[in-house]
């Protein structure tokens, strides 16, 4: 069994101190404010007051420690896991970028190898295909290149290598209507993202299923008086499920104050959207599918253009940032953080809560630096 003493439980609706969590087998078996003595043979971690919560899920997530999940490395998605796990991800989607498709039949086969292996770090059910079904005018820091129009077989082919879950795509394009339902019929999750789109064409996909938002607000049509665009329509249609990069960077702290208390928080779910330059230091440069991009002041931009080519976020700190914003409770918040992710991936009822039968993968997060303490992925204490 593993014990965790001591801790303050920030879970859904619940923000008890002085608790303790016992796992056993992978999952919570309880939670308590009584005292459990430990065994032997238990993994004992005494969280002295900190905020324990569900392990962050980030669907939404490229690269860390100079790797990118569409390098041709395998070892890139086993470096990206281990980033992913130290600020307390214990699931997330590696994010391809627009590239080739032989590119993005090798990511998923680095994918396959890291789970063969038994997912030593954090867990990937799947991956997200960011593109490269995407409006080549709204391809913020995207390889225009390698864009083209939305393909089902495409996605197929890749989804046979490993799991696709979520796919960023521009509804406006040829076929994007459909394309919705195509997903929907592939068991993946179909994203509006990097589009040129009129409310009329989303409402097109919306009718086919189409509920998720990549990147709100970045790389789509903004709110305008008589054409509201993607910005208008996430505010008008509620059941959205709208990903935000909390950096304060990507979004200013007036728009984050806008959509985390204006939007409905159940349908609101925090991403990184993380590029290799994140765990970096300032001044490292890098190609980005063949683009330029270097990190100053923690912002990685474009050098041609000066477009944002994605954060150095950690999950942490955007919780940490909206908190701050809002002064919304952690206890609403952190549904954002795990619960909504894994209620559209399918996991809702065993991932996202620190409740009696859900799976202990769980984070301990300092008050002061809003960094891990302590990671836990199926009861296993793996920071
Ligand atoms: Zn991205």
């Not at 859904?12 to 459990?36: L, N, Y």
């Not at 890749?158 to 919705?180: H, N, R």
């Not at 809702?348 to 202990?360: F, I, Q």
Request: with cysteine; charged share 25%.
């Amino acid at each position: 069994m593993t014990i965790i003493q001591n801790a303050h439980v920030i879970s859904p609706g619940i923000d008890r101190e002085g608790q303790t969590i016992v796992a056993k087998d992978g999952k919570i078996v309880q939670v308590t404010s009584r005292k459990v003595a430990p065994k032997k043979s238990d993994t004992v971690y005494d969280a002295k007051g900190k905020y324990v919560m569900p392990g962050f899920i980030d669907v939404h997530t490229h690269g860390a420690l100079t790797y990118d999940f569409c390098d041709a490395a395998e070892e890139a998605v086993f470096k990206l896991a281990e980033a992913k796990l130290k600020e307390g991800v214990t699931t997330f989607l590696p994010t391809t970028l627009t590239v080739s498709n032989g590119e993005l039949k090798k990511a998923a086969e680095n994918a396959r190898k890291y789970a063969e292996a038994g997912m030593p770090y954090a867990k990937i059910p799947g991956i997200h295909l960011e593109g490269p079904f995407i409006n080549i005018k709204c391809c913020g820091a995207q390889n225009p290149e390698f864009v083209r129009k939305p393909s089902i077989e495409e996605v197929k082919g890749i989804a046979k290598i490993y799991p696709v879950k979520l796919i960023s795509y521009a509804v406006e394009t040829e076929g994007g209507d459909k394309f919705a339902k195509e997903c929907f019929k592939a068991g993946i999750v179909p994203s509006c993202g990097h589009t040129g789109a009129k409310l009329a064409d989303l409402m097109k996909a919306y009718k086919n299923g189409l509920r998720h938002m990549t990147h709100f607000c970045n790389q789509m049509t903004p709110l305008h008086h008589r054409e509201i665009g993607m910005v208008g329509a996430g505010f008008l249609i509620e059941d959205l499920n709208t990903e935000v990069i909390c950096d304060k960077i990507h979004l200013c702290p007036d728009m984050l104050k806008l959509i985390f208390t204006r939007r409905s928080l159940e349908h609101v779910q925090m991403i990184t959207d993380s590029l290799r330059c994140s765990h970096c230091k300032d001044g490292y440069a890098f190609s980005m599918g063949g683009l330029e991009v270097k990190l100053e002041n923690g912002e990685a931009r474009l050098v041609k253009g000066g477009n944002l080519a994605g954060s150095t976020l950690w999950m942490g700190m955007g919780l940490k940032n909206v908190h701050d914003i809002t002064k919304i409770p952690l206890k609403d918040l952190v549904r954002t953080t795990s619960w909504n992710q894994a209620i559209e991936l399918g996991m809702g009822g065993e991932l996202g809560k620190v409740e009696k039968g859900y799976k202990a993968d769980l984070v301990a997060i300092n008050p002061r630096t809003w960094k891990p303490d302590a990671v836990f992925v199926d009861g296993e204490k793996r920071i």
